[in-house]
């Protein structure tokens, strides 16, 4: 892509971890960021408050937000649909229906309206549009007492397939992409390492992959997944990984 000071990235999931990563490295490369979380605004880049537990607020204010900018001031604009929830590991009818409840409205409804918003209000734009889904190797491989995230990664995965096909039909179409990250080692792989074993099976897997050391920090991370943000074949692959060729 073009000049990052010509950019606006909104990073959702942006206040810790694989977020705050990926929006600080945004911001330190001198371009417009929006984070999108529960908590308070760290200091490098706006963001918004807000609970994407309850997206559709948030996502009516972010069209009217991005309707007040004229069509030709960002040369490129990019949504990254980052923030998840974990569910307690456990079988399905073993979790807390509330904690289900939010678990998939943060990981999937959200990034639904948030794209519907984003595509709709930067339709008109000149620059070039991307929608990138932070998805999972979960998304595409099952595992027991992991449903919830199962589920809302595979269905991220197919919500880009879907976009992408519909904005191919579009004059200067979004390039969409799902993408897996790698293993991070961020609250929820700590949140997995300290899960019961009666109830979550793998869990020893997740301990052994600590201590071997494969787990890649958040900045690590987030400079992959950037650097495949801005690859110029972004989206030819609407599911894709970051060790993709």
């Given at each position: 892509m073009t000049d990052p000071t010509c950019h606006l990235y909104i990073v959702t999931g942006a206040s810790r971890g694989l977020g705050r990563a990926i929006a600080t490295q945004l911001a330190a490369s001198g371009a417009t960021v929006l984070g999108l979380s529960r908590q308070a605004p760290p200091a490098e880049f706006e963001q918004w408050t807000c609970n994407l537990a309850d997206p559709l607020p948030v996502a009516v204010r972010l069209g009217v937000w991005l309707g007040a900018f004229e069509p030709g001031r960002f040369s490129a604009a990019v949504l990254i649909n980052n923030a998840a929830m974990l569910a307690?590991?456990?079988p399905l009818a073993d979790?807390?229906?509330e904690e289900l409840?939010?678990?998939?409205?943060v990981g999937l409804e959200a990034p639904l309206l948030l794209s519907a918003a984003f595509l709709r209000a930067t339709r008109g734009w000149t620059g070039q549009r991307r929608v990138l889904h932070i998805s999972s190797g979960l998304g595409r491989r099952a595992m027991a007492s992991q449903g919830p995230y199962c589920a809302v990664k595979a269905g991220l995965d197919h919500l880009a397939r879907a976009q992408a096909l519909e904005e191919a039909q579009q004059p200067n179409g979004a390039k969409v992409?799902?993408?897996?990250?790698?293993?991070?080692?961020?609250?929820?792989?700590?949140?997995?390492?300290?899960?019961?074993?009666?109830?979550?099976?793998?869990r020893d897997a997740f301990v052994q992959m600590k201590t071997s050391g494969r787990l890649d920090s958040p900045s690590t991370a987030a400079g992959k997944v950037i650097a495949y943000l801005t690859r110029a074949d972004f989206g030819a692959n609407p599911v894709a990984d970051v060790r993709d060729p």
């Open positions: 307690d590991p456990r979790v807390d229906l409840s939010a678990t998939t409205r992409c799902s993408l897996a990250p790698g293993v991070v080692d961020t609250d929820m792989q700590i949140q997995l390492r300290g899960a019961d074993p009666q109830g979550f099976p793998d």
